[in-house]
């Protein structure tokens, strides 16, 4: 989790840096009608090899991914309490979500293999709810959330043991356009 | 749609006092038993001392192509699936027409004892196959006790030649009656979950096929994740979870039409249906903002669900008793999953399992007698327990062996079975009572959630 929030920072540098090139290289086709070019105030010159094609749209999904220290929460075994990091990830997540008050967001609650199908749909949707009333008591509005419970059906981690299961009891938040 | 016909007992009353193989065209069940015979297997018995059957190829009067292959060939094939199912219950030692001799058409109702007696068989089952002139067939089959020289029972299906393989099932399913005593369970379908692609990605999609796992289809394209079906009793519609839309929600499949309706509409998720053992309700858990209870719909549409539980924390599952008048399910609101009985309009709720652990998944037996679940603790294993808890008895030991289903007899569970790790896959399997026969279900793909309908009607 810790590398991947540094990741996540490391990508957030580089693509705050290069994502007003990109606005400029991603008119191909219609040369004529896109909007003239934004003044580029950055230095630019450190951006080197970043995949300026793959540079998120603010608003974006993308963009969520590349600005929140995280997309997701964890959970102990058959547990639905945010913990301490978890609150720091959302909270990074209420920032995101404030800056752009039109998009909205799923929130998908998963749970590790070692509990029954129906019972995991069930504990899916209670981990997803967790994530989702925190979200609505710092400020976002509840209509612009829902939830989806996977159960086990789609872990992140293919592994059957402690550290596969941690990483697959988990609540994604996922924007919506 | 399939028909079976058994044929009258009025039309029997001359072939029950000749040889003649003509006149075993008009076959039906005797009306009382035979009782002579001393013939009988134990379901219940662990010893492994099965009963010898003898299942040479059907005969047939004159060998006639049919859509389905000629009816010679379709003689041997009832024979196979005859076999196949006997063994496959765990009770007898046939010898099917790979290892026994075959018979004349004449032969079919004046066995050849002696001999039988001789390749030290215990019982007999000798049959033919006839075509008749409208495009039908008729399917007789015979058990005969070797030693006393008796009749124990014979069955009679007049059948579209490609119903051949239910004709063999019914006739399986007189033979295991007439020696265990128990209600018959192998003409019965299956609808299960089947199961490719990667761990993180699996593809699932509702299939359909006979308890032997012959006559598969598919039913969905696997674009949606779907889980958990169930047949109603009449073998008209599955019910099933499906995330069409990225939404869990239930739908009803209709299988003579193909199309599918939501069972009810609602911004909630709602998961794990069952039929009502008369079809006319479905059971289902809604989950609202994080708290799940179990409902009850009218399964033909339109009306009020009804909440039957409403304790803090997930009311899942929930299967019904034979008479419909009870509901089992699972709950954690005592802080972990266990299980309860509550009376069909939710009054009542009591918790049945103390046995250690978790307890989930209940389904009750056809036969009221027990109530089957799956055992979480260091893994999952299938057990029973009685309806009023206690008497409880694990009856597998995978790593995890979920969701245990019953056969119409209430005598096989059927379950499936996951293995760990990034390659971990899963299966249908089978164990009965004893806990000593288990089996895989041979399926196309891999295997979950098998969900055993009733006797076919």
Known sequence: ?177 | MTRFRTLALGLCATALTTVSPLAAQAVSPPSVSTGESGLSVDVTDESGDDLVIAVPALATPQAVATPAGSTEALGRQVAEVITADLRNSGLFRPKGPDSVRGITFGEVTAPAYTYWRGASSEALVQGFVRAKGDGKLTVGCYLYDVALGTELTRQGFDIAPGDWRRAAHKCADAIYARLSGESPFFDSRIAYIAESGPKDNRVKRLAIMDSDGANHRFITNGQSIALTPRFSPDYKQIVYLSYIGKRPRIYIYDIGTGKQKLVTESVNQTFSPRFSPDGRFILYSMSVSGNTDIYRVSAAGGGTPQRLTNSPGIDTGGSYSPDGSKIVFESDRGGSQQIYVMNADGSGQQRISFGGGRSATPEWSPRGDLIAFTKIGGGFRVGVMSPTGGGERLLTNGWQDEAPSWSPNGRVIQFFRSSPGRSGKSAVWQVDLTGRNERKIPTPLDGSDPAWGPLLP
């Open chain 1, 1 to 177: 989790m810790k590398k991947e929030t540094d990741m996540a920072r490391l990508a957030t540098k580089l693509i705050l840096t290069a994502s007003l090139l990109a606005v400029a290289a991603c008119g191909k086709k219609e040369v004529a009608d896109a909007p003239p070019p934004p003044v580029d105030n950055s230095t630019g010159t450190e951006v080197v090899d970043t995949g300026v094609d793959n540079v998120p749209v603010p608003g974006s999904q993308g963009d969520f991914l590349a600005k929140v220290s995280s997309d997701r929460v964890f959970f102990g075994l058959d547990e639905d309490v945010l913990t301490d990091d978890d609150r720091a990830t959302l909270d990074s997540q209420v920032g995101w979500l404030q800056q752009y008050p039109n998009v909205r967001a799923t929130i998908e609650g998963h749970c590790d293999e070692r509990g029954t199908r129906d019972y995991n749909i069930a504990l899916g949707d209670r981990r997803a709810n967790a994530a989702k009333s925190y979200l609505i008591s710092k400020g976002v509005a509840a209509g612009r959330l829902t939830t989806v419970s996977y159960g086990k059906e789609r872990p992140d981690a293919v592994g059957s043991d402690e550290s596969a299961w941690a990483q697959n009891r988990r609540a994604v938040t996922v924007t919506l356009g």
